[in-house]
């Protein structure tokens, strides 16, 4: 059963760095394809990052492109997620998801995403 945990969020100042953890504890999305994305408050919760299966192949949106790295451990069955040069409008509620292991590829779309953490937030102060 996939159970996905977020931490590593938390207050940081402009400019600042933050790197997110989501850990799989159910141990079963070492094949799967990852992502990250965020809902800021009053807003839709939208794409920030994502990998395949094996990691070699990532995807940013276009605000975080440059900014932000989205990474794998498999042996830890751990996405991380570097954020530099953090911006106020980085702030937000950051979730991890996962595909079904069948879909190695990563992807922009929410609704191909089968598993969700419950959420950390980072608040980035001006």
Known sequence: QVQLVESGGGLVQAGGSLRLSCVDSGRTTSSSAMGWFRQAPGKEREFVAALNWSGMSTYYADSVKGRFTISRDTAKNTVHLQMNSLKPED?????????????HSGSYLQD????????????VSS
Do not use: I, L
């Not at 702030?91 to 879909?103: D, E, I, L, Q």
């Open 112 to 123: 191909e995403y089968d598993y969700w953490g419950q959420g950390t937030q980072v608040t």
């Open 91 to 103: 702030t937000a509620v950051y979730y991890c998801a996962a595909r079904r292991p069948a879909y």
